[in-house]
């Protein structure tokens, strides 16, 4: 098993996925703001084991043990009404938002959760397993219950990464197959619309521009990023862009004129320039470490958030566009992931059995 698909493991990219934050035009968020009820949350004392190793007694508590165990995948509800976490036994638990310790679904799935997403919308939970499989739960009302699932929607291996388009009319997934498939999230169960070929295998990331029209997707073993017209039927192929090591992550802006994507092995950042007809690179840097394993713009578009990864710990960065590193967070662990909350205002990682939420006053 090659180095990076080792500590990838099977847990799929958060948040890059899983929230879509709303489009802005001139540097603030516009529209309704999402409710937040993590400012009803106590804080907690961060044990010495865990604490990051600058002062965030203002910025970051955590909540231990949320998932019995080892939390291998994590998403928030759009509307931050609740957060769904998974664990490597199949184990699905949905808290309710404040309290957290309100456990409002637990339900054991037959194979492994590797990835999950709330539509827009916040009415539905889509999950891939290990074995292929998508799995539609209704969360906007009790009871909770299934909906639909689609066996096989992928062959040979897990479903790596899903993401909902920001309008909610279409569904992607991204598996070891190497395939892309494009789903019409109008139905249920969601039927299919197109079948994307051209990365040699292992989807690693998918993103959608704001205007739900253009998908960007990370490919691992073949090294590119991949442009997609999903406004065309059926949709058309773009641009291929290059990376010298495997591509982890891929992010817009929130106004759709930028595009982020870092890669495994070389802590290379790219950042492209995608308001014209072809993306065009406007610059790199180097991470401070070699392994950089999720992008994320802040919801303004000027600073990126990434973590970055070695074999020993991890840490979560800002930095600005040209990659002036504003401000860390060193975990003594390794972190799967992070998500940021629709409102912008939050940021909530996770390890194996620990939750991070932090607030973000001025990322």
């Known amino acids: 098993m090659s180095d990076w698909r080792r500590m990838f493991g099977l847990g799929c990219l958060l948040g890059m996925t899983m929230i879509a934050l709303p489009a802005t035009t001139s540097g603030q968020n516009k529209g309704t703001k999402a409710t937040t009820g993590f400012e009803a949350l106590a804080n907690v004392k961060l044990p010495a084991s865990l604490k990051p190793s600058s002062d965030l007694s ?68 889509a999950m891939g397993d290990a074995e292929g499989n998508l799995h539609f739960w209704s969360v906007a009302a009790t009871p909770i219950a299934s909906r639909a699932i689609i066996k096989e ?46 990365h040699e295998k292992y989807v690693r990331d998918l993103a959608f521009t704001p205007d739900s029209a ?36 891929v992010a817009f802006s929130s106004d759709g004129r930028l595009m982020a994507s870092g890669s495994y092995g070389d802590s290379l950042i790219r950042i492209w320039r995608t308001d014209e007809q072809h993306p065009k690179e406007l610059g790199s840097f180097r991470a401070p470490r070699p392994n ?24 979560i960065i800002f930095a600005t566009l040209q990659g002036a590193v504003q401000k860390s967070w060193k975990f003594p662990h390794h972190l799967g992931g992070f998500v940021l909350t629709a409102d912008g205002e939050h940021l909530i990682t996770l390890n194996e059995d620990s939750v991070y939420i932090a607030k973000l006053a001025n990322p």
């Open 58 to 125: 203002s910025e970051l508590f955590v909540m231990l043990g949320a998932a019995e165990g080892r939390i291998d995948t994590l998403a928030v509800h759009p509307e931050n009404k609740q957060i769904a976490m998974t664990a490597p036994n199949g184990k699905l638990q949905l808290y309710g938002i404040p309290s957290l310790k309100s456990v409002i679904l637990t339900k054991r799935f037959p194979s492994k959760i590797v990835c999950t997403a709330y539509s827009p919308s916040g009415n539905i939970l």
């Open 153 to 198: 929607a992928h062959t040979g291996g897990p479903i790596y990464t899903i993401a909902y388009a920001p309008d909610g009319k279409t569904l992607v997934s991204g598996g070891s197959d190497g395939l892309i498939r494009v789903w019409d999230a109008s139905s249920m169960p969601p039927k299919l619309r197109a079948k994307l070929e051209g």
């Open 214 to 249: 253009v998908l960007a997707s990370s490919g691992a073993d073949d090294l590119t990023l991949r442009m997609w017209d999903l406004a065309t039927d059926p949709p058309e192929a773009l641009d291929v862009l290059k990376h010298e090591k495997p591509v982890a992550s």
């Open 292 to 315: 950089v394993r999720q992008v994320r713009f802040t919801p303004d578009g000027t600073k990126l958030i990434a973590l970055v990864k070695n074999r020993d710990d991890d840490e």
